[in-house]
């Protein structure tokens, strides 16, 4: 008799190649982790992050931004304040010829919120909400998109958005691997940076680790 497998969940997509939508993560993928950045003047770009989004709008490739900032649930930032360091990911990434197409942001949190922001919300990662309207806004199916992110929550959204998946090690990503890997198994692709996934997902390298 067989034994049933450790656990449900589907494995995770092959790297489409090309994508026609990559997803990313920001803190830790495109800019370097503060822990909770509240002040634009904080926000750095990781080496090589906006060359490696502008291969990607090149390539004609569709960049959305899927972050968790709970930040503003938590009454730390207001909207206003995000829209702000947005402007500034917009403005640094524009000095390397690259920009993002669509910026979505899940503010709540399940313990730490305050007033409607206190609940598990679908769209925050690990969950897929973001993923999927990401999808349907550009109308791309889940067998052509690539989310890329330094979390393994982030590849956990992956797989339950029915989407590829790529861990960087930057930013968290070290530190979350081994996490990850029991997640996703020993497949989950894996590389330095947000540079050798663009890599990868172009199929100008074959360096996933
Ligand atoms: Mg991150």
């Known amino acids: 008799m067989t034994e049933p497998a450790p656990s449900a969940a589907p494995p995770l997509r092959p790297v489409p190649v090309p994508p026609e939508l990559v997803l990313l993560d920001r803190d830790g993928t495109i800019i370097t982790e503060t822990g909770y950045l509240l002040d634009p003047a904080h926000l750095v770009l990781i080496p090589g992050a906006g060359e490696a989004v502008a291969r990607l709008n090149r390539a004609g490739v569709k960049v959305a931004l ?18 702000r360091i947005h402007d500034e990911l917009g403005a640094q990434l524009a000095r390397d010829g690259a920009h993002i197409d669509l910026i979505l942001v899940a503010f709540e949190h399940p313990t730490e919120g305050e007033g409607i922001y206190r609940r598990d919300s ?42 590829a998946g790529i861990l960087v090690k930057t930013g968290k990503g070290h530190a979350e691997l081994a996490e990850a890997r029991a997640e996703l198994g020993p497949a989950l692709p894996v590389t330095e940076d947000l540079g050798a996934a663009v890599d990868l997902l172009l199929g100008e390298s074959a360096q996933a680790k």
């Open 122 to 163: 679908p769209r925050r990662k690990p969950n897929p909400g973001m993923l999927l309207e990401a999808m349907v806004h550009f109308a791309t199916p889940a067998e052509r998109t690539c989310m890329v992110g330094d979390g393994a929550r982030d590849v956990v959204a992956a797989r339950r958005a029915g989407c």
């Open 66 to 83: 899927v972050t968790n900032q709970s930040a503003v649930g938590r009454g730390w930032l207001d909207e206003a304040g995000l829209a």
